[in-house]
């Protein structure tokens, strides 16, 4: 995606140092190229260069004082500094002093609302991967921890995002930051229009692995209460948001309405089995009748890899009666018994590079098509 051009015009210097320091080293780095002024010669030269601006944040003394002719023409949208809310200086005026990751929330998701299209034009959308299976306990929650955090070691941006009924991402992701409330859930199904503007708050970073996800209190009522609407809105947001190469979605085995939209529109599913004669049948008959089960939209052989895991032995002969193409081996993982915490399955990789390769070059033609 094209950066954000932004800048910022203040006389002073320790607010402007400040906020290029927040700039630096926040995530936001990503999305925006800041450039700050705290004098007239320096603006009016970088002016002169009729440079793009796509964002103008100008301290409201300055705005005062240096007169508003010649930088508000060239920035797409303007907004003014407030040093005091009790005295609004304008329709675009913001308080200075809030907490800086909610100024630029906010200000980002006014220029988004306004300007999406041409800012998301030619910009490849995140890729939804989803792991399921017919049976439980076959390890797509190890899998799909695992793979995210492999992803980003690739140096790809991904979100781990838990829909099981109890969510186990704490096992696997913390940041010191986790508050684990279900805003998440409430934003979703009551106030879906402000969802995009409140993902800089739901979302955390686990700075071990680097893996951002959803920081919800385990709570199966509300998940159970997901409807596929519920997840299209979550996903279309972080879709929109710009922020990941990868989605990476941990689903339950049941099939609830959510689960469903989850496998509907994902870019590639993985299926993951055991070598379990109940689990071949019923992954065997879950093919046959996926349209009744997933619904005539989905062609889920075209986009499933079916995975063996933890595969110690030879399959079975009598196993070729079912007819499951399995694509991956993966190893019985000695670390990943019996734990006692998440860490092993997010330090040793599971997954052989030629396979991550696979998963991660497998063509999305049109990129995802959300909403
Ligand atoms: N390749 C592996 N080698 C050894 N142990 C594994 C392997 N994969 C998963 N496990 C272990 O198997 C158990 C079940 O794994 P996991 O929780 O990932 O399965 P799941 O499919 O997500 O389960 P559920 O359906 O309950 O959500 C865990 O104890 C996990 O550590
Ligand atoms: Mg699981």
């Known amino acids: 995606m094209n950066k954000i051009q932004l800048i910022l015009v203040d006389t002073n210097l320790e607010y402007a140092n400040y906020i290029s320091r927040y700039v630096r080293t926040s995530e936001i780095h990503d999305k925006v190229n800041l450039r700050t002024f705290t004098s007239k010669e320096t603006l009016n030269q970088f002016l002169k260069k009729d440079p793009v601006i796509h964002i ?18 060239q920035a797409d949208l303007l907004f003014l500094l407030e040093e005091d809310t009790r005295n609004p200086v304008g329709e675009r005026g913001v308080y200075k002093y809030q ?36 049976l439980g306990g076959t390890g797509k929650t190890s899998l799909s921890v695992n793979l995210s955090r492999q ?65 919800v209190a385990v709570n199966p009522l509300e998940v159970k209460e997901l409807t596929g609407d519920h997840v299209q809105t979550i996903l279309d947001s972080l879709v929109h948001s710009d922020r990941y190469d990868f989605i990476v979605m941990d689903l339950d085995s049941q099939l609830q309405s959510h689960t469903k939209k989850a496998i509907e ?17 019923k992954t065997n008959h879950s093919l046959t009748f996926s349209s009744q089960l997933y619904g005539e939209k989905v062609n889920l052989e075209e986009k499933t890899f ?14 070729e009666r079912f007819n499951v193409p ?43 098509r959300l909403g």
Not at 105 to 133: N, R
Not at 265 to 279: A, H, P, Q
């Open 151 to 215: 992803l980003t070691l690739l140096g790809y941006k991904v979100f781990y995002f838990n829909l099981e009924l109890v969510n186990g991402t704490s096992l696997f992701f913390q940041s010191p930051e986790d508050e684990h409330t279900i805003q998440l859930y409430y934003y979703a199904k009551e106030k879906p229009e402000l969802l995009g503007s409140k993902l800089d708050h739901l979302i955390k970073r686990d700075p071990y692995n680097g893996v951002d996800y959803f920081d």
């Open 56 to 73: 103008g944040l100008v301290s409201e003394d300055v705005y005062a004082k240096w007169g508003s002719d010649s930088f508000v023409h």
């Open 265 to 281: 529109v994902s870019d590639l599913l993985l299926w993951v089995l055991n070598i379990d004669v109940k689990d071949f049948h």
């Open 306 to 319: 079916f995975i063996l895991n933890g595969y110690s032995r030879e399959l079975p002969v009598e196993f």
């Open 326 to 368: 399995v694509h991956v081996k993966l190893p019985e993982m000695k670390g990943w018994k019996n734990l006692t915490s998440g860490r092993p399955v997010t330090t040793t990789s599971i997954f052989p590079q030629h396979i991550l390769q696979l998963i991660v070059e497998q063509d999305v033609e049109d990129g995802v």
């Open 99 to 134: 907490p800086t990751h909610h100024l630029f929330s906010y200000i980002l998701s006014v220029y988004f609302e306004e300007f999406q299209t041409s800012l998301s034009a030619g910009h490849q959308k995140a890729k939804l991967l989803s792991f399921h299976s017919a």
